[in-house]
């Protein structure tokens, strides 16, 4: 009957390492799920049980996850699959959500950890049963969720990630970076004298100088970088070793992991040369060529061991590169170009 409830509490699977996926141990425990800290276990275990729900752990030791969620999809029936996703984690998220044509989506939904257990309740809600009326309620509500999330994490102006989100994100990074002996680089740069043009043109300019900017960093670097407004016109770049990367990022180069971070100060300082060989309409005839910035680059684990330490040495090498005549990228220790 339409409307009507089921009385049984929904099964819930949780597949994977979940120590460091949920806020709490509460939070586990609240779900009152069964786990499998293998997801060949879970695998198994679904196709003997029905659950209304599996959430699968993304893991970077993982390699054979795709053709796992295939083997999960053919035998966990009408389960709803989430993929528990870290930040880094989330373009991967993405394509097993959305499928593609000769594949059919191989994850409902994802989620990004840490996680609390009142999180899934939108997909349990689905397990009713429900009239139409009641499923375009959970159609509505989960948008507005996705709404509210990209509020929390997204500059409104820029549509960049804002400064909470890369500080996650670089936290994150550097925990799975001490895990694989990997590299992460931070630049953090802003416009010099950018009051000046706020006061002789107008606010309005501003912005905009503000939006070409950061269409243009996004331009120069690779697909996987995260690129940030962290604040007015002081912006972050998060460069990271991504295993699936491509030799389309970052245009036609390649380079070994050996050169980081060579190819983030390569990226930056070409970032630097086209904004200031930019032509800026708004800012009249003379816009070409006047608009520069500064910038300071520091490196895990050379220079920092959290994201704490390398947002405070990236910001010594921003202040090393204004005292230094501006319109240059530092590394910590000293000038990278000149």
């Known amino acids: 009957m339409a409307g009507q409830i089921k009385n049984q509490k929904p099964k819930i699977l949780l597949a994977g390492d979940t120590d460091s996926v949920f806020i709490s141990p509460d939070a586990v425990e609240a779900l009152d799920a069964h786990k499998c800290s293998q997801i060949s276990d879970a695998v198994e275990l679904a196709s003997r049980e029905d659950f209304a729900l599996v959430a ?3 893991s970077d030791t993982a390699a054979n996850l795709e053709s796992v969620l295939k083997s999960l999809r053919q035998v966990s029936g009408e389960s709803k699959i989430i993929l528990l996703a870290r930040m880094y984690q989330e373009p991967l998220a993405i394509k097993f959500v959305q499928g593609n044509r000769q594949d059919k989506r191989l994850a409902d939904d994802y989620l990004i950890c840490p996680v609390a257990a009142g999180d899934f309740d939108k997909w349990l809600g689905l ?13 509505r509500m989960a948008r507005k969720i996705r709404e509210l999330e990209k509020l929390a994490t997204e500059d409104d102006l820029t549509d960049l990630k804002n400064r909470r989100y890369i500080w996650e994100f670089g936290r994150q990074i550097i925990d799975r970076a ?4 990997g590299r992460v680089t931070l630049l953090i740069f802003d416009i010099d004298d950018f009051k000046h043009y706020n006061d002789c043109y107008g606010h309005p ?3 905009d100088i503000l939006k070409q900017a950061a269409t243009l960093i996004q331009r ?4 996987h970088d995260v690129v940030g407004r962290i604040g007015g016109d002081e ?3 998060v460069f990271w070793d991504d295993p699936r990367r491509t030799e389309s990022d970052a245009g036609s180069e390649r380079r070994s992991l050996s050169d980081h971070p060579t190819e983030a100060v390569f990226i930056a300082e070409r970032f630097r040369e086209q904004l200031e060989n930019a032509e800026f309409n708004l800012l009249g005839p003379g816009g070409k060529g006047v608009l520069t910035i500064s910038g300071g ?3 895990f684990p050379k220079d920092g061991a959290t994201v704490e330490e390398l947002f405070k040495k990236a910001d010594q090498g921003l202040l090393e590169a204004k005292k230094s005549g501006k319109n240059q990228i530092y ?5 990278n170009a000149a």
């Open 205 to 207: 300019a501003g912005d």
């Open 331 to 335: 590394l910590v220790g000293g000038p």
């Open 220 to 223: 120069c670097c690779r697909r």
């Open 178 to 181: 001490k895990k694989i002996s």
């Open 235 to 237: 912006f972050a770049v």
């Open 127 to 139: 397990t009713t049963v429900a009239g139409p009326q009641t499923v375009q309620t959970d159609v």
């Open 297 to 299: 680059l520091a490196s």
């Open 56 to 58: 699968v752990v993304m």
